[in-house]
């Protein structure tokens, strides 16, 4: 995976660094972790960088200067331990994994979620990560976020929640599932005390998006989320089946101001001839630029592209081969006309509901005839 978040921390550079060659400033080059690099993010307002590794997160400059570093392991832990360590049997040292580092600008934090004790969080000042401004590990498994396994990935965006005239912070998350996870594929979690909520407990509870009992059906590996125009976007790779490890890559639309996540729908992309590169591996969405949607709008393969359009670019590779990989890009509005595509297919010439569901998922006990669809280009 790291090679993966190098890119996209290539890709943040790049556009600093551009930005400052225009201005005549000469950029840092590098910054080299001595621990390995799970994800990355930068506050859009100062510029700031932030790493999320192993044992560490550190604070960089636009220039990818070291700012701060507060180190989060290794510390004592267990696999089946329910925190807080003093009363967790069996316990050795082991590394703290940082899967999620999200910014939360309005209160100027870093939300940090790791792997230790089964995946809590703590929020860290965005101006000096050494300060940490709230880390509580007696709330049990509600708070759990991220994972105690390395393999299971994270992905998260930040939101509102409304409830009783009152609009919280919150953030979703995307996340796979080990052995000792909750099934839940997306959860909304709050950022503050709130009556009977704690900070980072999951605040909605909806079937669509629980994999019970087909944890070991499908296999979810999240790579990214986004919002753009009041939607919510995942974008994951899984497998179809347990008896079928081949993986296929989608991206799933929720409305942003959906508290119930009824408007959940997904959609299969396919990138290269006959979909040989199913697997995402990393992602980022960003306008083309001039010359790029001419050549796209040209192709007559993504409909018609302007520089302002935006476009969702994946890095992708084959199942059976992880060093052959492809740049595939999807215009968010071919996205968005498919996932229409498949909800009105579900609704009958009188717009009664057919009896098909909106949702194309596996994630329920009935039966049904799903409404399917799937997008492919590749560049």
């Given at each position: 995976?790291?090679?993966?978040?190098?890119?996209?921390?290539?890709?943040?550079?790049?556009?600093?660094?551009?930005?400052?060659?225009?201005?005549?400033?000469?950029?840092?080059?590098?910054?080299?972790?001595?621990?390995?690099?799970?994800?990355?993010?930068?506050?859009?307002?100062?510029?700031?960088?932030?790493?999320?590794?192993?044992?560490?997160?550190?604070?960089?400059?636009?220039?990818?200067?070291?700012?701060?570093?507060?180190?989060?392991?290794?510390?004592?832990?267990?696999?089946?331990?329910?925190?807080?360590?003093?009363?967790?049997?069996?316990?050795?040292?082991?590394?703290?994994?940082?899967?999620?580092?999200?910014?939360?600008?309005s209160n100027g934090s870093l939300i940090v979620c790791g792997s230790r004790y089964r995946g809590i969080c703590s929020l860290l000042n965005l101006s000096n990560v050494e300060q940490e401004l709230y880390y509580n590990d007696n709330k049990g498994q509600r708070t759990y976020v991220a994972s105690i396994e390395d393999n299971v990935n994270v992905v998260s965006v930040m939101s509102n929640y409304t409830k009783n005239g009152r609009t919280f912070k919150v953030f979703l998350v995307g996340k796979g599932y080990g052995s000792l996870d909750s099934t839940k594929l997306i959860s909304t979690r709050i950022l503050e005390d709130y009556q009977d909520w704690d900070v980072f407990e999951n605040i909605i509870e909806a079937s669509a998006v629980q994999t019970a009992p087909f944890v070991l059906k499908?296999?979810?590996?999240?790579?990214?989320?986004?919002?753009?125009?009041?939607?919510?976007?995942?974008?994951?790779?899984?497998?179809?089946?347990?008896?079928?490890?081949?993986?296929?890559?989608?991206?799933?639309?929720?409305?942003?101001?959906?508290?119930?996540?009824?408007?959940?729908?997904?959609?299969?992309?396919?990138?290269?001839?006959?979909?040989?590169?199913?697997?995402?591996?990393?992602?980022?969405?960003?306008?083309?630029?001039?010359?790029?949607?001419?050549?796209?709008?040209?192709?007559?393969?993504?409909?018609?592209?302007?520089?302002?359009?935006?476009?969702?670019?994946?890095?992708?590779?084959?199942?059976?081969?992880?060093?052959?990989?492809?740049?595939?890009?999807?215009?968010?509005?071919?996205?968005?006309?498919?996932?229409?595509?498949?909800?009105?297919?579900?609704?009958?010439?009188?717009?009664?509901?057919?009896?098909?569901?909106?949702?194309?998922?596996?994630?329920?006990?009935?039966?049904?005839?799903?409404?399917?669809?799937?997008?492919?280009?590749?560049?």
């Amino acid at each position: 995976m790291a090679s993966w978040v190098s890119t996209l921390f290539f890709l943040i550079w790049l556009s600093v660094s551009q930005a400052q060659e225009r201005s005549g400033k000469i950029p840092t080059v590098e910054f080299i972790s001595e621990s390995l690099i799970n994800n990355v993010v930068q506050d859009p307002q100062t510029g700031r960088i932030y790493l999320g590794a192993v044992n560490n997160i550190f604070q960089l400059s636009p220039s990818l200067q070291k700012e701060a570093r507060t180190e989060t392991g290794p510390k004592k832990d267990a696999k089946t331990c329910t925190p807080p360590a003093s009363g967790c049997q069996d316990t050795v040292l082991m590394p703290n994994s940082n899967k999620l580092p999200l910014v939360h600008p309005s209160n100027g934090s870093l939300i940090v979620c790791g792997s230790r004790y089964r995946g809590i969080c703590s929020l860290l000042n965005l101006s000096n990560v050494e300060q940490e401004l709230y880390y509580n590990d007696n709330k049990g498994q509600r708070t759990y976020v991220a994972s105690i396994e390395d393999n299971v990935n994270v992905v998260s965006v930040m939101s509102n929640y409304t409830k009783n005239g009152r609009t919280f912070k919150v953030f979703l998350v995307g996340k796979g599932y080990g052995s000792l996870d909750s099934t839940k594929l997306i959860s909304t979690r709050i950022l503050e005390d709130y009556q009977d909520w704690d900070v980072f407990e999951n605040i909605i509870e909806a079937s669509a998006v629980q994999t019970a009992p087909f944890v070991l059906k499908y296999l979810h590996d999240f790579q990214h989320a986004f919002k753009e125009d009041g939607f919510v976007y995942f974008l994951f790779s899984r497998t179809l089946d347990g008896t079928d490890n081949k993986n296929l890559t989608f991206v799933s639309r929720l409305c942003e101001n959906d508290q119930h996540y009824y408007s959940y729908t997904e959609l299969q992309l396919t990138c290269g001839t006959n979909n040989r590169y199913n697997k995402v591996q990393a992602a980022y969405v960003a306008f083309p630029g001039k010359e790029l949607a001419r050549v796209m709008s040209q192709s007559g393969n993504y409909g018609t592209v302007t520089s302002f359009t935006k476009v969702l670019f994946m890095v992708a590779h084959p199942d059976d081969d992880e060093s052959d990989s492809a740049l595939c890009m999807y215009p968010l509005n071919s996205i968005n006309q498919q996932l229409m595509d498949i909800i009105s297919a579900c609704y009958s010439d009188s717009g009664e509901i057919s009896g098909v569901p909106a949702v194309d998922v596996p994630y329920s006990s009935q039966t049904y005839t799903a409404c399917t669809s799937k997008i492919s280009n590749i560049f």
